[in-house]
């Protein structure tokens, strides 16, 4: 018996300004368990400071940067470039789901609209995700979930004195002798 999820083709679109590159592959990861990941990309200004250590995770994993140039500080220049490739990618018929990662509820009707298409839309942000945007997604996946647990410091790393300290406890045994 055939994978039903395997043979879907899903578009990726993913807002970079409001997601952390940090999790693109296990977001990938995690949604090739539900097809075939036919369009990935990522939109944002590349030319941005906050957006600089976005180059090697986009190029390992294989996901186009779309360029959009903020026009004006604090409009969303960005979010106007994906919801237009998706209406596009939409029209053009040949998907049948999208995954949209942020953590934006500007893309709340994007969501709704997707689905009045008889499409499914997979969600993935932030527990900040305002809550319309997860409930207009058929699955939403928060992404801390995806991220490894924080190294927990070992015996030794914890006993040991931070440099500081061991600065101050020097500068005290100097003083003494």
């Given amino acids: 018996m055939k994978d039903l999820d395997a043979e879907k083709k899903i578009a990726v679109l993913i807002d970079a300004e409001n997601a952390q590159h940090s999790v693109l592959g296990a977001v990938l990861s995690e949604l090739s368990k539900h097809g075939h990941l036919i369009v990935k990309k990522a ?25 959009q140039f903020s026009y004006t500080q604090g409009k969303n ?55 319309p945007f997860v409930a207009a997604c058929d699955k939403f996946i928060y992404t801390d979930i995806l991220k490894p647990p924080a190294k927990k410091a070992t015996k030794t790393e914890a006993k040991s004195p931070s440099p500081r300290k061991k600065l101050r406890e020097a500068v005290d045994k100097a003083a003494q002798d």
């Fill in 43 to 67: 939109y944002g200004d590349w030319s941005s400071n906050h957006l600089k250590n976005w180059k090697q995770p986009l190029n390992e994993l294989a996901i186009n940067p779309v360029q």
């Fill in 77 to 131: 220049s960005s979010d106007a470039a994906m919801i237009i490739d998706a209406m596009d990618l939409l029209h053009m018929g040949d998907l049948n789901g999208f995954c949209l990662v942020s953590s934006d509820s500007d893309f709340t009707p994007l969501a709704a609209r997707i689905r009045e298409a008889g499409l499914v839309v997979y969600g993935f942000g932030e527990r900040k995700t305002p809550q």
